[in-house]
């Protein structure tokens, strides 16, 4: 015998109205943080323009870029020895970078000279004028100070050494290239500004922030900083100050971390150039009995560990191997006359957070992958 089961109407009802409530309960817990931070929703809708700006000047006719160079064929013959100057050879990010471009070197057959500026803008000088003597076929560097440098770069093009420089313009590619410098690989620090503020909104929107820059008048990262103030204060923060790392560490970073606590009672957020400085910052804090959300940047292995454990809301990874790679593709292909149409690469960089950093590539990978 069959039998037919009728719903009790009124606890379809309930239902029902359970569904609306707590679809209403969530649409406000969403739009809760909007409300109190319309910046956020603001910085939303205009971050496909910014992308726009950003990448515009690369569409234009005018001027070709890409994220690679070409890989050269390795001439027959050709004695290749290219010389490499590390800014700061201490540095995790740039030594990373001097890998790619030894691994690079090594698929080429070529030799590459290494010499550490120590981030001496004398130091640098000396040592392109110590490769030239040596009589490299190519030079790799990253301007520390570009006036100091012309002369000895003037050098270089009248001995016939082309020049491939890291980060000598950094802006818009449209720019003239700076003189005596044939290549150049950028490391987008335009979109690494933009990536950490991005990164900072979605973990304190609102947040009174502390920027922490380096004690080394670098152009790049001086643009660096000047593009982070920038973009926090589109996006609705307020931007207390800046201090400088003189040591380019960890402990530089704590020291600079410290005198933002001392000089700023209500900053409650640090955007920092590098993570030993972000992670210095949170060492800091931590002594003084507070709480900071901190971003950092270049995605070191300090940098990744404390977004792993929490002291870092995040950081932004830049592919410091594949920098030194495409540095000595241009190197190798300017040495060989077989240097194509393209004259500068731009590899950009990534957000690290805590839903992700299990799962980028890691450094060590990529650099086993060039050939």
Do not use: H
């Not at 009672?265 to 150039?273: L, S, T």
């Amino acid at each position: 015998m069959s039998t037919l089961t009728i719903a009790n109407p009124a606890a379809v009802d309930t239902g029902s109205r359970n569904l609306v409530r707590d679809t209403r309960i969530v649409m406000m817990r969403e739009l809760r943080p909007m409300i109190r931070n319309p910046f956020s929703l603001l910085f939303g809708m205009i971050q496909p323009l910014v992308f726009l700006g950003l990448f515009g000047p690369l569409l234009s006719g005018s001027i070709e870029c890409a994220t690679s160079y070409p890989k050269p064929v390795v001439k027959s013959g050709f004695k290749c020895v290219i010389g490499f100057q590390n800014p700061l050879a201490a540095n995790e990010s740039l030594q990373y970078m001097q890998k790619g471009a030894l691994a690079q070197a090594k698929a080429l057959k070529c030799k590459l000279i290494v010499l550490d500026d120590a981030l001496s803008v004398d130091k640098q000088v000396s040592n392109m004028q110590q490769l030239l003597a040596q009589k490299v076929k190519a030079i790799i560097f990253y301007p520390l100070d570009p006036k100091a440098t012309t002369p000895v770069l003037n050098q270089a093009k009248k001995a016939g050494v082309p020049v491939v420089a890291i980060d000598s313009g950094f802006g818009n590619p449209k720019n003239p290239v700076t003189p005596g410098i044939s290549a150049q690989v950028w490391q987008g620090r335009d979109i690494m500004a933009f990536l950490q503020v991005q990164a900072l909104l979605k973990a304190k929107p609102g947040a009174k922030v502390g920027l922490i820059g380096i004690g080394a008048p670098v152009p790049a990262l001086k643009y660096l900083n000047a593009r982070e103030t920038y973009y926090a204060e589109k996006a609705g923060f307020t931007v207390l100050g800046t201090q400088d790392n003189a040591s380019d560490d960890v402990t530089g970073g704590e020291k600079a971390g410290n005198a933002l606590i001392q000089r700023y009672a209500d900053m409650d957020a640090v955007i920092a150039y590098n993570d030993p400085s972000a992670v210095g910052a949170v060492i800091a804090a931590k002594a003084s009995g507070k709480t900071l959300t901190v971003i950092g940047l270049n995605g070191t292995s300090d940098g990744i560990q404390a977004v792993k454990d929490g002291r870092l809301a995040a950081t932004v990874q830049g592919d410091s191997p594949g920098i030194g790679r495409e540095t000595v593709k241009a190197a190798y292909a300017l040495a060989t006359k077989t240097m194509g149409k393209v004259k500068l690469v731009i590899l950009p960089p990534r957000i690290v957070t805590k839903a992700n950093v299990n799962s980028i590539p890691s450094w060590d990978a990529e650099i086993k992958a060039i050939k």
